[in-house]
């Protein structure tokens, strides 16, 4: 173990190490079962690389996860639900560009994330007590605007989208197998548009970091496996209860 820790392009001690094999796994389920379990990767990154430092060394392994998910849930996705968010999505990427000159502190970036969670839940919930049918929210613009410009934003400052698409996709009732592959090809598209702005504007994707993000690669794998067997281990209304619950989890751990 020592000497696979002597390899790596970080001086890391096993703790640290551990935790971001944890992550890795972390990310991996998020992308091909539990959206928003990404959220507890998010500051064990943070914790050992710095709050904006990490997003770059973050985002060549979720890309990497989301080709697969996207390979794997390919014939569910929704795309009528994914073509309007993308130009708001982009309209959050400049927001949190233009955030970056203001707040310098990891703590101040989860609280925004945090906000835009629990803004979201109380969208779900209003809508949910608005008709106990259970009518799906409505695809409109403004519903749009919302959850584009939050997972853009949220997506851009600290690869933390997760609970935000789940608050949206929960909202619109879509199956287990639609809510993935939806969640997968927006955030390839989104995680992708973002790989120039990382890697030219804030500087914080290198060989250095891709080398490392190699090491890290089957733990995404382990936990991509992870997530698909959660997925067919449980129904759409257990998936439901599950992903609403950790969602708000998600949203207060941001806080503390």
């Known amino acids: 173990?020592?000497?696979?820790?002597?390899?790596?392009?970080?001086?890391?001690?096993?703790?640290?190490?551990?935790?971001?094999?944890?992550?890795?796994?972390?990310?991996g389920i998020s992308k091909t079962g539990l959206n928003?379990?990404?959220?507890?990767?998010?500051?064990?990154?943070?914790?050992v690389f710095?709050?904006?430092?990490?997003?770059?060394?973050?985002?060549?392994?979720?890309?990497?996860?989301d080709l697969f998910a996207v390979i794997y849930y390919r014939r569910h996705a929704e795309w009528n639900y994914i073509w309007p968010l993308i130009p708001w999505a982009l309209a959050g990427f400049a927001l949190a560009l233009g955030a970056d000159h203001f707040i310098h502190?990891?703590?101040?970036?989860?609280?925004?994330?945090?906000?835009c969670v629990i803004?979201?839940?109380?969208?779900?919930?209003?809508?949910?007590l608005r008709n106990r049918e259970g009518a799906k929210l409505s695809g409109g613009l403004g519903i749009a605007a919302f959850f584009g410009i939050m997972g853009g934003f949220s997506t851009m400052i600290g690869n933390a989208a997760g609970p935000i698409m789940s608050v949206f996709l929960l909202s619109v009732r879509l199956p287990k197998e639609s809510?993935?592959?939806?969640?997968?090809?927006?955030?390839?598209?989104?995680?992708?548009?973002?790989?120039?702005l990382q890697t030219l504007v804030w500087h914080n994707i290198s060989l250095r970091t891709l080398w490392f993000d190699l090491y890290m690669v089957p733990f995404i794998l382990l936990g991509m496996g992870l997530g698909i067997l959660f997925v067919k281990g449980v129904n759409n209304n257990q998936y439901r209860i599950i992903t609403?619950?950790?969602?708000?989890?998600?949203?207060?751990?941001?806080f503390l």
């Open 119 to 128: 803004a979201g839940l109380i969208v779900m919930v209003w809508n949910e």
């Open 105 to 115: 502190t990891n703590r101040g970036f989860k609280i925004l994330i945090g906000i």
């Open 244 to 254: 609403c619950a950790l969602t708000f989890v998600s949203a207060v751990l941001l």
């Open 1 to 27: 173990m020592a000497d696979i820790v002597s390899l790596i392009p970080y001086n890391l001690d096993i703790r640290q190490l551990a935790a971001l094999m944890a992550g890795c796994i972390c990310f």
């Open 50 to 65: 710095g709050a904006k430092e990490s997003t770059g060394l973050v985002l060549p392994l979720i890309c990497f996860a």
């Open 36 to 47: 928003g379990i990404s959220i507890i990767a998010v500051p064990l990154f943070a914790l």
């Open 179 to 196: 809510f993935v592959g939806t969640a997968a090809w927006f955030f390839l598209i989104v995680n992708y548009l973002k790989i120039p």
